[in-house]
């Protein structure tokens, strides 16, 4: 492990993205309408640009810079390059929507390239004042993405209810902070590591309630119960494109928060945090699954369906091993392939200013259109975690790892709730294939997206029948 000086060019993917965003934003102003297809472009050509940057870095050696406030590693990159992917396509899904209804498109990109920052950020964070940077550098412009649609009042309600939320969750994840550091003396996650052993008995209590307050703050922004209020109701009341982008990306980011700060800078309290997250993730895996049944509007079914992923993430996080930290990551970053597959094709559906949301705009999809009614089976399928597609081995790897460390009522409770969350998503296919159609207006959509959307869903298949070199990856970002 090496500390490197504030080099500039091992946070050139960070510097390049910010530096487009900050172009882009002003050369989208002085473009007429006609012309905006070259902000699309502009926009597409930086996210390829941070790939090739971020596939380069890919096998640096863990390193240090800017006083330690910022590193580099292959957990790091292997989720920056995920990252980009999804909101690169995320783009590429939302541009005709954008342009039909109305919505700003070039403060969409600027917005969504900003939030990626923040995202990347946080990923590579090693310090509280980063960390914070980061988190809020991601929230705040998905806060304003969500409010776009200003003639909108469910999209403005929404938006404020994201923010009151996202505010409460900072404040508590910054007083826990302020406690860890009261204690440490130190803003480094790293460090904090090296000295909490090394505290008294005196400061235990101090330090177990500075742990519930961080895990609070991460279980906000990825929305586990019991701080899941925010979740259906932004997923539902965003436009579909915001919603396509706030359910995928971010959960990875969120992952990676927890990563640093329980796995990294607190690995000698992993009894205490393991005890937290099995409540959250019981409870979540529960809830999630139990309420989407209920649900008839398919986003919130989604956004619950989300709740229960989380869950299931949090399985692997809280097996405190190699294992269940690869399995996690795993997780994380399948989850983020199937929402993006899922939401892109409600998307791709809501044309002319029909908005398609509800599981009955579904019915009779596959008479309309039979190759996006098989990716969406296909999509649904993984999430219920149906093999051979990549959901199943999602589950596979955390449950795996929870018989690693011999919670096997909770693996048998993941399992049980599993076959419970089928219903739900086979009341979807059900709807697609065995139902008459409300309507007949044809189904077209653009070849890049007709190409975008095939690649993701295959992508399910193909990952479900060749999983080894994402979970080989996943594991190597750990040293494993």
Same mark, same amino acid.
């Given at each position: 492990m090496t500390t490197a000086t504030p080099n500039l060019l091992l946070v050139l993917p960070e510097l390049v993205l910010l530096g487009m965003a900050c172009c882009i934003l002003l050369v989208d102003v002085c473009l007429s309408e006609q012309?905006?297809?070259?902000?699309?472009?502009?926009v597409q050509l930086s996210l390829v640009a941070v790939l090739v940057i971020l596939f380069l870095h890919y096998n640096t050696a863990t390193t240090f810079t800017f006083s330690k406030m910022f590193v580099i590693d292959k957990l790091g990159?292997?989720?920056?390059? *995920?990252?980009?992917?999804?909101?690169?396509?995320?783009?590429?899904?939302?541009?005709?929507?954008?342009?039909?209804?109305?919505? %700003?498109? =070039?403060?969409?990109?600027?917005? =969504?390239?900003? *939030?990626?920052?923040?995202?990347?950020?946080?990923?590579?964070?090693? &310090?509280?004042?980063?960390?914070?940077?980061?988190?809020?550098?991601?929230?705040?412009?998905?806060?304003?993405?969500?409010?776009?649609?200003?003639?909108?009042?469910?999209a403005s309600e929404a938006a404020i209810k994201f923010f009151v939320m996202s505010a409460?969750?900072?404040?508590?994840?910054? @007083?826990?902070?302020?406690?860890l550091y009261g204690m440490t003396a130190t803003l480094n996650i790293v460090q904090m590591s090296q000295i909490i052993p090394s505290l008294s008995n005196a400061q235990y209590p101090v330090l177990l309630l500075s742990l519930v307050f961080v895990v609070i703050g991460i279980c906000f922004k990825i929305g586990a119960v019991?701080?899941?209020?925010?979740?259906p109701d932004v997923y539902a009341g965003a436009p579909n494109p915001i919603t396509l982008f706030v359910s995928s990306a971010p959960k990875i980011a969120?992952?990676?928060?927890?990563?640093?700060?329980?796995?990294?800078?607190? %690995?000698?309290?992993?009894?205490?945090?393991q005890a937290l997250l099995i409540v959250i993730a019981a409870l979540s895996i529960g809830l999630g699954n139990l309420v989407a049944v209920a649900q008839s509007n398919f986003k919130r079914m989604l956004a619950y369906s989300s709740i229960a992923h989380m869950g299931y993430m949090l399985l692997g996080l809280l097996a405190a091993t190699q294992m269940g930290y690869s399995a996690a990551v795993f997780y994380a970053l399948v989850y983020a392939v199937m929402a993006l597959g899922a939401f892109a094709i409600l998307v791709i559906l809501s044309r002319n200013g029909i908005?398609?949301?509800?599981?009955? &705009?579904?019915? =009779?999809?596959?008479?309309?259109?039979?190759?996006?009614?098989?990716?969406?089976?296909?999509?649904l399928f993984s999430m219920a975690g149906i093999p051979p597609l990549a959901g199943f081995f999602t589950k596979v790897g955390v449950i795996e790892a929870l018989i690693g460390v011999h919670l096997i009522w909770l693996a048998v409770y993941a399992i049980l709730?599993?076959?419970?969350?089928?219903? @739900?998503?086979?009341?979807?296919?059900?709807?697609?294939?065995?139902?008459e159609p409300e309507t007949d207006v044809a189904i077209t959509y653009p070849l890049d997206a007709r190409i975008a959307i095939s690649i993701n869903g295959l992508f399910v298949l193909v990952l479900g029948?060749?999983?080894?070199?994402?979970?080989?990856?996943?594991?190597?970002?750990?040293?494993a």
């Open positions: 012309r905006k297809f070259i902000t699309y472009g502009l990159n292997l989720m920056k390059i *995920s990252m980009v992917f999804v909101v690169l396509f995320i783009f590429l899904f939302s541009r005709n929507y954008l342009k039909e209804n109305k919505i %700003p498109r =070039g403060e969409f990109y600027v917005l =969504g390239m900003l *939030s990626l920052l923040g995202m990347m950020v946080l990923v590579s964070t090693n &310090d509280f004042i980063t960390l914070y940077l980061g988190l809020e550098l991601l929230t705040l412009p998905m806060i304003a993405m969500v409010a776009l649609q200003r003639e909108s009042a469910q409460l969750a900072s404040g508590i994840l910054l @007083y826990g902070l302020s406690l019991p701080f899941h209020m925010w979740l969120g992952l990676a928060m927890g990563i640093r700060l329980l796995v990294s800078g607190m %690995p000698g309290l992993h009894i205490e945090w908005e398609v949301e509800n599981i009955r &705009d579904l019915r =009779g999809l596959n008479s309309r259109s039979p190759w996006l009614a098989f990716l969406m089976l296909l999509i709730f599993a076959v419970i969350g089928c219903y @739900y998503y086979i009341r979807v296919v059900k709807e697609m294939y065995f139902e029948i060749f999983p080894g070199w994402l979970f080989a990856l996943c594991r190597a970002a750990f040293g």
